[in-house]
């Protein structure tokens, strides 16, 4: 049976677009829970971030911190898992990956996309039937 782990902290996704008031220059104790810091790796720009997962279910609770390398174009994926209560090494990881870039060249922002959902004649039947 596989294992269900929840997603506790999202400091960045890239469907909610690229805010600057979300990076920092580094991650630290206080602000990794909803930052994440831009990188620089094989001279590309990538976004770094640290989030926290908790095991569904489980009892006593178990968690992990994942470091995940977002690449602004697409480019860099990647993650790695850190098991137990391992902060300090998961902080370390994130903030040594590629070279520090400074904020002027941090990328553009832009906001999240937006979606438009135009319903379907099943759609508007099941509302009329009082189906969702």
């Known amino acids: 049976m596989s294992e269900l782990w929840i997603i506790?902290?999202?400091p960045y996704e890239r469907?909610?677009?690229?805010d600057h008031r979300r990076f920092a220059e580094e991650l630290t104790p206080e602000n990794w829970w909803d930052k994440a810091t831009v990188r620089r790796i094989d001279g590309r720009?990538?976004?770094v971030s640290v989030r926290r997962l908790r095991q569904h279910a489980s009892t006593p609770v178990r968690r992990k911190f994942e470091v995940m390398v977002d690449g602004v174009d697409g480019s860099v994926p990647g993650d790695r898992e850190f098991p137990g209560n391992e902060l300090q090494e998961a902080l370390a990881?994130?903030?040594n990956?590629?070279?520090?870039?400074p904020r002027s060249e941090w990328p553009p922002e832009r906001p999240a996309p937006s979606f438009i959902i135009f319903p379907t004649r099943r759609m508007?039947?099941?509302r009329r039937?009082?189906?969702r």
């Open 124 to 126: 508007i039947e099941q």
């Open 93 to 95: 990881y994130a903030d």
């Open 8 to 10: 506790e902290n999202l």
């Open 15 to 18: 469907l909610m677009g690229i």
């Open 97 to 101: 990956v590629g070279e520090a870039v």
């Open 45 to 47: 720009l990538a976004i």
């Open 129 to 131: 039937r009082g189906k």
